[in-house]
């Protein structure tokens, strides 16, 4: 028989990536399933603020917990969420988080929406 759950005191089951973009954009690309044992790796991601956009789209599973690291994420600043699985994007339905972030179906598009817009005359 196999045993098909996670202890907590397991090797975390999400990678994390972070990549700087022009405009101080800061894309966080998540790998995994966030759940009780991992959600502590995406609030330590998303901790910093600022201009950020969390890439979900090789996310397998959100937990509530997920859910609510990413609301508390877009608090603090320009935040944006990439959302490519269908598992992922029902999280958010079903939670209505996806009424109150900005999600995005691919990064290039988020990384637009946080990046700010040079007034006329000025350059970024």
Do not use: K, N, W
């Amino acid at each position: 028989m196999y045993d098909c759950f996670r202890t907590i005191d397991e090797p975390s089951g999400l990678t994390v990536t972070t990549t700087a973009r022009p405009g101080g954009v800061r894309v966080v690309t998540l790998v995994g399933d966030i759940d009780a044992a991992t959600v502590g790796t995406l609030e330590d991601a998303l901790a910093p603020g600022g201009r950020l956009v969390a890439d979900l789209s090789r996310v397998g599973f959100l937990s509530c917990a997920g859910v609510r690291a990413l609301l508390q994420a877009s608090a603090r600043g320009e935040f944006a969420v990439v959302v490519g699985g269908h598992a992922v994007a029902r999280s958010l339905q079903a939670t209505g988080a996806d009424l109150l972030l900005e999600i995005h179906p691919r990064v290039g598009g988020a990384v637009a929406g946080v990046t700010p817009v040079p007034e006329p005359g000025r350059e970024a």
